[in-house]
């Protein structure tokens, strides 16, 4: 997985150290402008054409080449964007005028840090430098608080190139002894954690890996964190990814995201023995989740038809009882689960499926006790047909477009030499395959 290097932009930006060069005659004056219209927004900020003004100024100024390498034509630019974000937030806070009045403050707090280490870069006195880094200190503020709005409308690509944004400024102020916003540890770590959080929200996975997993060398106290490293580890290589999520059920045995994640693992990896005890663990910690009852009795049912396969009569009807128990715990709770009411009919049909198997190794004895085992078995294959059908019909009834449901309930109809029907589900069955639907059940017309 290749892992996105977050810092090497900025880390070039700091390291090349641009001379300041001298703008032309217009572009200053311009420039000049562009500081006026940003003052004059200050002594008035209900005049927000003024900040307006500020914003399409500075723009035009640095579209020059001269302005380009000016620390002086940066810091504006830093300022006026910086104070876009500025009035943008005071705004959501207050609850006082409206955003629309204002430049769109999208991306101008990243803008403004750009601008403010650009001519960090440039500048060689103490006093230049220290306006540049004050600017910076300011605008981390901004980022954070932008992130957050951001991150509670959904927008995470945002919110993570904001926090992004805010642990950049942090590492720049730290270097040059200025206190940041995260200057305490607990605060960093926090930071860490959203960033992650929202790079993973978005789908930036390199990115969220980078964060989380310096908060697992860090051993942050998070079970999510541990949740996180394993589904971005384990999207390449499921057991590598497991050892963050065995870490964190180590220090969080209570938690259950961590043991659901567990389970979807055991779930993936085929580890069905070990799968049992796990969806037991859950079962007692949430015994009113439906959906863990049903897993179990798959798992039950997987079992089953192992045995069956093996011809282990005894562990046969043992896991054939078990999973149609665990599909009826999940009954108890939603007596119209879908779910367990197709499992219960699958575990008749695949029962039945299997006695036709033997069914066919008995067809070729024309003796008289070859007849009447044939026919013994042909009477158990029916048997479980028969059971099977109602549950079938009522999840076709729930959900009359269910491939599956479909397809066993026409076998079972052919095997019925109810062919009429049989066909009739047939052409439903059809119209689903071919990308159509059936507006309603065929059993219940």
Not at 89 to 97: D, E, P, R, Y
Not at 165 to 183: F, K, M, P, W, Y
Not at 347 to 367: E, I, P, R, W
Not at 403 to 426: C, G, P, V
């Amino acid at each position: 997985m290749k892992k996105l290097l977050l810092f090497i932009p900025l880390m070039l930006i700091l390291a090349i150290n641009v001379d300041a060069q001298e703008m032309g005659k217009d572009t200053k004056k311009e420039l000049k402008q562009a500081s006026r219209s940003l003052n004059a927004f200050k002594v008035n900020n209900s005049d927000k054409s003024k900040l307006k003004d500020a914003v399409t100024q500075v723009d035009a100024v640095m579209g020059k080449s001269d302005a380009q390498g000016a620390a002086e034509a940066w810091m504006v630019k830093g300022d006026v964007y910086s104070e876009v974000a500025t009035q943008y937030i005071t705004i959501k806070q207050l609850g006082i005028g409206s955003t629309d009045d204002l430049p769109s403050p999208d991306g101008k707090a990243i803008a403004a840090m750009n601008a403010y280490v650009k001519a960090h870069g440039m500048v060689e006195k103490g006093s230049d430098k220290k306006k540049a880094l004050d600017g910076l200190r300011a605008v981390q503020n901004s980022m954070s608080q932008l992130g957050v709005y951001q991150y509670e409308a959904g927008n995470y690509e945002k919110a993570f190139n904001s926090f992004n944004g805010v642990i950049r400024a942090h590492d720049i102020l730290s270097e040059n002894n200025v206190e940041s916003a995260l200057a305490k540890e607990e605060d960093y770590n926090n930071q860490l954690y959203i960033t992650g959080l929202s790079a993973m929200n978005a789908n930036k996975m390199p990115s969220a890996a980078v964060y989380f997993q310096k908060l697992y060398e860090k051993s942050y106290d998070k079970p999510l964190v541990y949740e996180a490293m394993y589904k971005i580890k384990s999207a390449d290589d499921s057991e590598a990814g497991y050892e963050y999520l065995e870490k964190g059920r180590e220090l969080y045995p209570e938690d259950l995201g961590l043991l659901f994640a567990e389970i979807n693992h055991f779930l993936r990896t085929g580890k069905t023995e070990v799968l049992v005890e796990k969806l037991k663990l859950a079962i007692e910690k949430e015994s009113g989740n439906k959906s863990l009852h049903f897993t179990l009795g798959n798992v039950y049912d997987q079992f089953y038809q192992k045995a069956f396969k093996d011809g282990d009569t005894e562990n046969e009807k043992k896991y054939f009882d078990l999973a149609m128990q665990t599909y009826d715990e999940a009954l108890k709770l939603d007596p119209e689960y879908i779910d367990a009411i197709y499992g219960k009919g699958a575990l008749h049909y695949n029962k039945a499926a299997g006695l036709t198997q033997q069914l066919q190794k008995l067809a070729d004895d024309y003796s008289a006790d070859g007849i009447k085992k044939y026919e013994a078995k042909k009477q158990e294959v029916f048997t479980e047909f028969d059971k099977a059908l109602p549950f079938f019909k009522k999840a076709e009834s729930m959900n009359p477009n269910d491939i599956n449901t479909l397809i066993a309930l026409k076998e079972i109809f052919a095997r019925k030499d109810d062919i009429e029907t049989s066909n009739e589900i047939k052409k439903r069955l059809e119209t689903v395959q071919g990308g159509g639907k059936n507006e309603s059940s065929f059993f219940n017309e």
